[in-house]
């Protein structure tokens, strides 16, 4: 495998061509200059959405709301997870009460809601917070 992969940036959603050997190396983005794939959960927003889904990661989204416990209780298992699967799949957070739209166009009618994308489309989709390996596993039985 040495076709470079098309990733956008977690910074500025701008595409990226990275080498799939060099996944782990905290790539720098050829735009912005920030990490391509932080070992972080990045902040997803209504203009930057479509954007986001492109390329040949999976992107995993955290739909979540300050308002909500459960969602502020599941933040440091989805940090772990984020940190494990980096280069792996694409770890996003969406802030339901700042981006009503796109939380309604979703479908979003509890939080937390993890949706996985592939491709651009979603492949799968869970409500509530699951404990790290559970979490991990259910990535897994998605192929990731
Ligand atoms: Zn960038």
């Known amino acids: 495998m040495t076709d470079p992969l098309l990733i ?4 500025c959603a701008g ?3 990275i080498p799939a050997a060099r996944l782990g190396d905290s790539p720098r983005c050829g735009h912005c200059k920030g990490a391509v794939l ?6 997803l927003n209504e203009a930057g959405f479509a ?5 040949d990661l999976p992107l995993l989204v955290d739909v979540w ?35 009503r ?9 509890s ?8 491709d651009g489309k979603e492949v799968a989709r869970q409500s509530g917070a699951l404990p ?8 897994s039985s998605q192929g990731i």
């Open 65 to 99: 709301a300050d308002w909500c416990g459960p969602c502020k209780a599941f933040a440091p298992i989805y940090q772990q997870a984020a940190s494990q699967l980096q280069g792996r799949c694409r770890l996003g957070k969406l802030d339901s009460e700042a981006n």
């Open 38 to 43: 932080p070992p972080a959960p990045f902040d």
């Open 111 to 118: 939080i937390p809601t993890l949706i996985l994308f592939k």
């Open 132 to 139: 790290l390996p559970q979490l991990i596993g259910w990535l």
């Open 8 to 11: 956008p940036c977690a910074q």
């Open 15 to 17: 595409l990226n061509r």
């Open 51 to 55: 954007k986001q889904l492109r390329g």
């Open 101 to 109: 739209n796109l939380a309604g166009q979703l479908g979003i009618r």
